[in-house]
């Protein structure tokens, strides 16, 4: 069959890699892919949500299925698009249609879930500009920090953490009535604080069944030991060594059923990813968000550790035969380490020459911000490579991961070395 992803990070090139690996591919393609891509499979100069150019394409290569990286086209209705054409409605999108992905596109949407369905997650409100001053009495009844979360998509960037209440109430109003974060934070979650660890489950359904992937625990700060700006991720671990079965039992009877049983009663029907953002708060989980897509980079450690036919299991979501589906994950460990532009997750620039990627053994590298220019693989995005390894414990997969980055060059290279320290 002819499989297309939509995409062009270092999750797709992880979703390239291990489907180019299933014996039912003939053809894999990736929209726009990027130079890792380009290695197993065609790239092609697509945006993904450019949905009249994603149909010729489609129609052009003969496509059987569709594998939806990133979460903007199925926020934007991708699957939906599909479903109301007639030339493309039985192509099966592994990804939830406009209503499911609302989860992640709307945080207000996902914590009425959450509250409709008994899922444990934090005290909540949500606040528009017109009730401005009822969000400031709303903030003077929690304990710091206080947690802003704009409704919206916003890349990745529209979260805030405060410690001062003034400072809330002015960041508040900023995202209410300044629009600091554009449209996304017309509507503002103001929720209290969980303490706890933090962790991801991943999960894939055919909207009946499911399978619960690896966890995993990703690094988010720029800088060592969690400090500095929040990136889109420097780094991750899978497993994530307190989720132990006890833990993953809870995450299972009080999260996993609960989300996948709701979404069947609210009649959404539900194919594709569910990342659940986790926080380990005493032993209990409690759900802090959730994602309609894998996480970058944690697909990095998780689809590695997968040893079933992936386009097998995707065949089970597309005709909800997942449950007969054989699953299997290697016990071994997996770390990935991120390799970023200097200046990121600020100001940075593009196309420095990238070398000795490709004479990495020890390790899987996988392209995030990278394109071919001139015969060579350059710099193109602030995260620009993952360097995945295995081992028996953290510390010998993390061993691997950094001796692989000695060999890995280009100018203003930028990593955090410190990737599972709270962990080891």
Same mark, same amino acid.
Do not use: C, W
């Given at each position: 069959?002819?499989? #297309? ?24 393609y990736?929209? +726009? ?10 790239? %092609? ?16 290569? $003969? ?24 030339? &493309?409605?039985?192509i099966?999108?592994?990804? +939830? ?5 609302l ?25 528009t ?9 709303? #903030? ?5 920090? @206080? ?5 919206? #998509? ?5 979260? &805030? ?18 629009q ?17 660890? $933090?962790?991801? =489950?991943?999960?894939?359904?055919d ?13 988010k ?8 700006? !929040?990136?889109?991720?420097m ?6 060594? @307190?989720?132990?079965?006890?833990f ?13 049983i709701?979404?069947?009663k ?7 990813? =569910? ?19 894998m ?5 990095e ?8 036919? %992936?386009?097998?299991?995707?065949e089970?979501?597309?005709n909800? *035969?997942?449950?007969s589906?054989?699953? $299997? ?7 990935t380490?991120?390799l =970023? ?6 100001a940075?620039?593009?196309?420095? $020459? ?6 990495? !053994?020890?390790?899987?590298v996988?392209?995030?911000?990278? *394109? ?7 710099? !193109?995005g ?8 295995f ?17 890995i060059? @280009? ?5 955090r070395?410190d990737?599972?320290?709270? #962990?080891?």
């Amino acid at each position: 069959m002819n499989i #297309l992803i939509l995409g062009s990070g270092g999750r797709e090139h992880a979703f390239a890699k291990k489907i180019s690996e299933s014996n039912k591919i003939t053809n894999l393609y990736v929209a +726009p892919g990027n130079a890792g891509t380009a290695t197993v499979a065609k790239n %092609l100069p697509i945006n993904p949500t450019d949905f009249l150019k994603v149909k010729e394409t489609v129609l052009q290569h $003969e496509i059987s299925m569709v594998v939806v990286g990133p979460e903007a086209p199925l926020v934007e209705g991708v699957h939906d698009f599909f479903l109301a054409d007639n030339e &493309l409605k039985k192509i099966p999108v592994i990804g +939830p249609k406009k209503d499911g992905a609302l989860l992640e596109g709307s945080k207000d949407f996902s914590k009425q879930f959450m509250e409709k369905h008994n899922i444990p997650t934090a005290r909540y409100q949500s606040f528009t500009k017109d009730t401005l001053k009822e969000g400031f009495a709303f #903030l003077e009844t929690l304990n710091p920090p @206080f947690v802003l979360k704009a409704d919206g #998509l916003a890349a990745g960037k529209g979260v &805030l953490i405060l410690n001062e209440l003034e400072e809330a109430k002015t960041e508040l109003e900023e995202m209410l009535s300044n629009q600091k974060f554009g449209e996304a934070s017309s509507t503002v979650v103001i929720e209290e604080f969980l303490d706890g660890i $933090e962790l991801s =489950v991943f999960v894939l359904t055919d909207g009946k069944s499911y399978k619960i992937l690896p966890s995993a625990k990703d690094y988010k700060r720029i800088g060592e030991g969690d400090t500095g700006l !929040n990136t889109g991720g420097m780094g991750a671990i899978s497993p994530v060594p @307190f989720a132990d079965e006890a833990f993953l039992q809870k995450v299972e009877e009080r999260v996993v059923k609960p989300t996948v049983i709701g979404l069947q009663k609210d009649g959404i029907d539900y194919r594709g990813f =569910v990342f659940i953002g986790l926080m380990n708060v005493d032993g209990n989980p409690q759900v802090i968000e959730y994602n309609v897509r894998m996480g970058d980079p944690e697909t990095e450690v998780v689809l590695p550790r997968i040893q079933s036919d %992936l386009v097998d299991l995707f065949e089970g979501v597309a005709n909800q *035969t997942l449950e007969s589906k054989s699953y $299997e994950v290697t016990n071994q460990i997996a770390t990935t380490v991120m390799l =970023v532009s200097g200046g990121y997750p600020e100001a940075y620039e593009k196309g420095k $020459e990238i070398t000795g990627f490709d004479s990495v !053994n020890d390790s899987i590298v996988f392209h995030a911000g990278t *394109t071919e220019k001139d015969g060579k693989v350059v710099s !193109n995005g602030g995260r620009v490579m993952a360097v995945t390894s295995f081992g028996d414990s953290i510390e010998e997969a993390l061993e691997k991961s950094y001796a692989s980055i000695d060999e890995i060059s @280009f100018e203003k290279m930028n990593y955090r070395k410190d990737i599972g320290f709270d #962990l080891l």
